[in-house]
């Protein structure tokens, strides 16, 4: 009873952030989450180990392993071309079941509605999962989120060590933006009118994660998305 209504969860109610922009509080349990991390570690392992992008001759500080596709700054690929040429694992079907769930708690069970704002082609299918580690000093700067060809919604799930979110606006890395304190379980979703916002991770907050969430130190975030590419 004291997880169902716990008074973090009544504190922290679903919101719409910006029109097509959703952070739902508490959105993993304990369990999932812990799961979640324990896959983390098994994609760690490779074919494609997590590593730091480059993004204009400097590394991020941020470690990243890809699903589907291999991100690094600007493109997608199947093999990790900058990292070891390898192949990158599949997007496992219960990762877009996720997703679709995600999608459902964030916009309403009827996305349907919702289709053609977000540019849901169909149900939410996404064939690329960005998995990235975040140590404690680790942040990421402001940016879009625009190396896809599909405008469909960014699924934004985060696990471990809180950190502060900024979200922003489509047009500029500048303010107006609302700086959020994203927790272990919490889901964030942005599209439509959203889908370009400019967004950052400004802080970690070590020391945060909850017991039973699988890390104890640490934040990994991971952002399911259609590429909209072939092959
Ligand atoms: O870690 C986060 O919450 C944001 C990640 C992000 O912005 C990205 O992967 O593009």
């Known amino acids: 009873m004291d997880a169902l209504f716990g008074d973090d969860l009544l504190e922290r109610p679903r919101r719409e952030v910006a029109p097509g922009a959703v952070w739902v509080p508490g959105f993993l349990d304990p369990t999932q989450q812990a799961w979640l991390v324990a896959r983390f570690r098994e994609w760690a392992e490779g074919p494609v180990p997590p590593r730091a992008a480059k993004v204009r001759g400097h590394e ?77 000093a680790a942040r990421m700067g402001m ?8 405008r469909a919604p960014v699924v934004s799930l985060s696990i471990g060590d809180s950190c502060t979110f900024r979200f922003g606006n489509t047009e500029t890395r500048n303010k107006p933006y609302e700086d959020l304190v994203l927790e272990s379980g919490d889901l964030f979703v942005f599209g439509g009118p959203s889908r370009l916002a400019y967004h950052a991770v400004t802080r970690m907050h070590p020391g945060t994660a909850p017991p039973g969430c699988g890390l104890e130190a640490g934040r990994i975030n991971i952002t399911l998305r259609e590429t909209g590419l072939d092959g």
């Open 143 to 150: 940016h879009q989120d625009r190396d896809e060809v599909s």
């Open 60 to 136: 991020m500080s941020v470690k990243t392993v890809c699903l589907g596709w291999h991100w690094r700054p600007y493109a997608y690929t199947r093999e990790a071309v900058d990292v070891n040429g390898r192949e990158v694992l599949d997007v496992p079907d219960w990762m877009v079941r996720l997703g679709r769930s995600a999608i459902a708690a964030a916009y309403g069970d009827d996305p349907g509605e919702w289709s053609e704002t977000l540019r849901l082609e169909g149900d939410y299918t996404p064939d690329t999962a960005l998995v990235n580690f975040y140590d404690e």
